[in-house]
């Protein structure tokens, strides 16, 4: 079943670097003064020492020592910051939550920490010559507008489609208040399911109607997918049967994710 995802281009992209080297730059900013105040306190440095750091950052003369300890922080707070926010936040940083953008593997895919390590490594040939010039050349280029990064690690960044709970499938029914259900989806049957799966649902339940041997192969494919996914045994009795999986499902993971 081809999914369809709207692709983030290079403008908002280069918003969202901003907005994330911002939150960045502050947390390093924080990092150095409080590293600076205790070791004052602890007289690990003196005042004169203090004083001539600041006059070598006004005067640009910065020792190796210290250009080397600011540039390995600096590449432990990015790195980090990345890959921590697109694992605890199902592929967004702050600045994608902000511009509605969010990581994906290829196929529709939930990010993994495997793709999160690939592609934020990658930043660091993006990043060259210092201007991110090689990531935004290879996102022009590229047909998927990716930057070398999302290349290496297999993931590409789309923009998340924000809807009203009104324009959803099936409006405000809920799984729990459902009259007749079909199957017992708990949260522990769905346990293995997460965020891309309901959208895998929602584009199936939205999608233009098909022919009527492609729409039944699609059900028997998503259907025999999901069951052998869930933590539960499911039957099928007749096509029905395979709907109404499809369906309770998608209100299960739907209201999973409104209740938290």
């Given amino acids: ?44 440095i003196t005042e004169n020492q203090v004083t001539q750091f600041a006059e070598d950052v006004q005067s640009g003369q910065w020792s190796m020592a210290v250009m080397g300890v600011l540039v390995l922080a600096a590449f432990v707070v990015s790195f980090g910051y990345y890959v921590v926010m697109e694992m605890t936040t ?21 990010l993994t920490l495997t793709g999160s390590l690939l592609r934020n490594l990658g930043r660091l040939v993006d990043m060259l ?44 029914q809920r799984y729990s208040t459902l009259a007749e259900r079909r ?21 199936f339940f939205t999608r233009p109607r098909l022919p009527r041997e492609q729409e039944i192969r699609i059900v028997w494919e998503l259907s025999e997918g999901f069951a052998a996914k869930l933590q539960t045994p499911v039957t099928f009795e007749s096509e029905r049967d395979r709907l109404l999986l499809l369906k309770e499902l998608y209100l299960a993971l739907r209201e999973r994710r409104e209740l938290g």
Avoid: C
């Fill in 129 to 172: 010559p210092g201007t991110y010039l090689a990531g935004m050349a290879a996102m022009v280029i590229h047909r998927q507008e990716k930057r070398l990064g999302d290349m290496l690690a297999g993931t590409v960044v789309v923009r998340e489609r924000r809807r009203a709970s009104a324009g959803l499938p099936f409006g405000d």
């Fill in 1 to 44: 079943m081809p999914l369809s995802f709207e692709l983030a281009g290079p403008g908002s992209r280069i918003l969202t670097a901003l907005l994330d080297q911002l939150i960045i730059g502050t947390i390093l900013f924080g990092i150095y003064a409080v590293a600076m105040f205790v070791a004052f306190l602890g007289e690990w």
């Fill in 183 to 203: 199957y017992r989806l708990d949260r522990a049957a769905i346990a293995d399911l997460g965020e891309e799966h309901e959208q895998v649902l929602v584009q």
């Fill in 90 to 110: 199902n592929g967004q940083t702050v600045g994608k939550r902000v511009m509605g953008l969010r990581v994906i593997r290829d196929g529709g895919y939930g």
